[in-house]
């Protein structure tokens, strides 16, 4: 299966949920106020926030009144522009070597099963990859990524459950740096985002990383549960503000979890989706093709 | 009441009425042992929940079994043997085995060992992974649970609505619980899944620490959406932390105004029982939403060295303070590893505090 047909056979229950309502939407006859009001109930529905909503409808609006426009798949054309225009970013997230890679986010998205795809991934690109398990707080974490590292085949540093996360992160980079490693990937332990002395732990590690390691490209991903509703928001401007993402791996969108979600975040705050996770395998990782994303929803 | 005032009130009991009853007690089998089943995505909390439950249950004085039939996540089983652990609950597993084979036997395990009651944690799933929503019926068929719960995210978007939708259709959830409500979250989604499924919402996660677990109120629940602030769960942790002796102590040295260092130093013991100073904050009406209250702004180190400085002093230093001259403060800067700066400001507090309290027994909105 091609990349694209998988990203799309994935994206399917996203369309069918969204596109199905789009569909009886351009079903029915008149452009009229009603059209677009129920452009913003679909658009909300999907987890697009409230603000983005009103803007992309009123974006589509305007340009369809001042072209005199009737034309409902011409409509839809505009749709998927406007929406695509929103995520699509001129930078990409190229990850260079020597790189570190720290990978946040709250409870439970899935930060560390990301971590085991990653660095499969990069292993397969015959990359160098070792794994730090800077998790040293939920029970177990530790053991799930050995776990994920052993099916990977990449190298793991661990410490005790309860040890200080950022003493594992300083092995880690000493241990990189005597073995030249290509590529660091740091697991963390999830934090809710309004936890400020857990968000100072992590700027602690941030600060290791840029002291111990200035040499190497040093990456901050966020990862996001394409589940979530609105406080996804608040969690990216929380880490952002803590440790400056520079990007954004959204979890779990094998579920029927909305594409708006994306759009949205990403027209509000100006930090890219690199990576997008689609099952429990170790395989169901893809770069995020903001193209490929639209076009996969209708 | 302003019309403002108004309308709030009207949408506030409208969220109290749609949310339904309150505080539901968990179900006991009349034919032991009473079986709780876990369900829910992936990442919901539903392994720590497991022990929050397992914890609660001991503290009620039953003896819970719990069931790891996460066959599937790396790591699932060895993360309930340690949650297990800290609760001070039997883990029972079987590997990576049949899930339903694994409930099966967990329950007579129960039986045989005279555990009364037996959580099953579940591996988290799609509500539209067809082989793994199959497996949750079969086990639910093996194992006949008293309890179905279904663990939601309370972080959770729309899709809630269609995973308590799902969940509850293929297996007829008794339940539902929600975790991570100590994040910023008003929890909306509530609101949706209690009225798609009918099932009422049986309690809050609301921390990492296994104590973390609440029943569930709407009425506090509406207050939290609407950013109200929380003053009933307030009331209810003081009540938990202080002993009525305690609170009647504390009330005669406040009516005689004889309040001195050693009370200070209880008070501040009580307040960290409640969670800190933050949690504390945070559940007052108005604060809660408009103030960004983030814990460590207020740095609850500072009442560790508070506390260091207050058990530095001798009992007669702590009771008549204004004996504390600058050599007694010399003494007790290094006795708590502290600053005599450090010295001075306690002191300080401990006046303002004093002064507070003057007034408050004078006020008659504060009478004891």
């Known amino acids: 299966m091609g990349l694209f047909s998988k990203i799309k056979a994935v994206l399917s229950k996203t369309r069918d949920g969204l596109s199905k309502k789009l569909n009886e939407l351009f079903a029915k006859d008149k452009i009229g106020d009603e059209f677009y009001d129920e452009l913003e109930d679909i658009l909300i529905s999907a987890d697009v926030s409230v603000q983005t909503t009103m803007e992309i409808v009123e974006e589509i609006k305007d340009t369809a009144i001042k072209e005199k426009c009737k034309d409902k798949e011409y409509v839809i054309d505009l749709l998927k522009k406007e929406l695509f225009d929103s995520i699509d970013y001129a930078e990409k997230v190229e990850i260079k070597t020597p790189a570190v890679i720290m990978v946040v986010g709250v409870n439970g998205v899935g ?27 939920r029970a177990a974490a530790a053991d799930q990524l050995t776990v994920w590292a052993e099916r990977a085949g990449v190298r793991i540093i661990k410490h005790a459950e309860g040890a200080d996360a950022s003493a594992v992160v300083f092995d880690a980079i000493d241990s990189c740096k005597a073995k030249k490693t290509d590529v660091l990937i740091i697991d963390t332990a999830g934090r809710l985002h309004v936890k400020a002395n857990l968000m100072e732990e992590l700027k602690k590690m941030d600060r290791v990383v840029k002291r111990e390691y200035p040499e190497a490209n040093f990456y901050k991903l966020i990862a996001l549960d394409a589940m979530t509703g609105q406080n996804a928001y608040n969690q990216v ?18 579920g029927t979890a909305k594409g708006g979600f994306i759009i949205s975040l990403s027209y509000e705050l100006e930090i890219p989706v690199c990576y997008v996770g689609t099952g429990e395998k170790i395989d169901d990782i893809e770069d995020f093709n903001a193209e490929e994303f639209v076009e996969a929803m209708f | 009441m302003s019309p403002t005032q108004q309308v709030i009130k009207i949408v506030n009991e409208e969220l109290i009425d749609l949310m339904g009853s309150a505080n539901s007690k968990l179900g006991v089998s009349s034919n032991p042992p009473t079986v709780i089943m876990m369900s829910g995505l992936q990442g919901a909390g539903k392994t720590t929940l497991v022990g929050k439950l397992g914890m609660m249950l001991k503290k009620q004085g039953k003896k819970p079994l719990l069931v790891a039939c996460d066959v599937y996540r790396p790591s699932a089983i060895n993360q309930l043997k340690v949650v297990g652990e800290k609760a001070g609950c039997e883990v029972f597993e079987r590997g990576q085995g049949n899930p339903v084979k694994i409930a099966k036997e967990g329950v007579s395990h ?38 179905i719960l279904l663990v939601v995210d309370s972080m959770t978007g729309q899709v809630a609505v269609e995973v308590a939708d799902t969940f509850n259709k293929r297996l007829e959830v008794t339940g539902l619980v929600l975790t991570k409500l100590d994040g910023d979250t008003r929890g909306g989604a509530t609101l949706s899944m209690k009225a798609v499924t009918g099932k009422p919402i049986k309690f809050c996660s609301v921390g990492e620490k296994l104590g973390d677990l609440e029943p569930f109120y709407p009425d506090r629940m509406a207050n939290r959406i609407l950013g109200m602030g929380d003053v009933l769960t ?54 809660g939403s408009k103030i960004k209250i983030k814990e460590g702004d207020i740095d609850e180190s500072k009442m560790l060295s508070m506390k260091a400085i207050i058990q530095s002093m001798t009992m007669r230093e702590r009771e008549n303070p204004q004996i504390i001259n600058s050599s007694r403060k010399n003494r007790i800067a290094l006795g708590s590893g502290t600053s005599v700066q450090e010295v001075n400001r306690v002191l300080k507090q401990f006046e303002q505090t004093k002064q507070m309290m003057k007034q408050m027994k004078n006020n008659r909105m504060f009478r004891f």
């Open chain 1, 111 to 137: 930060k560390t099963t990301t971590i085991g795809k990653l660095a499969n991934k990069f292993n397969k690109e015959k990359k160098s990859v070792t794994i730090a398990a800077a998790d040293t707080f």
């Open chain 2, 110 to 147: 129960a039986k045989s060992f005279g555990f009364d009651t037996v959580i099953i944690d579940t591996a988290g799933r799609l509500q539209i992974d067809e082989v793994l929503m199959k497996e949750l019926e079969e086990i639910k068929a093996e194992v006949n649970p008293e309890e």
């Open chain 2, 234 to 287: 307030l009331i209810e942790k003081a009540q938990d932390a202080v002993t009525e002796e305690q609170a009647k102590k504390m009330e005669k040295k406040f009516r005689e105004n004889s309040f001195t260092l050693d009370d200070f130093l209880t008070q501040f013991e009580t307040m960290s029982k409640m969670g800190g100073i933050s949690s504390v904050l945070s559940m007052l009406p108005g604060m």
């Open chain 1, 237 to 254: 401007e929380t880490f952002n503000e803590a440790v400056g993402l520079d990007g954004i791996i959204l979890t779990k969108l094998d």
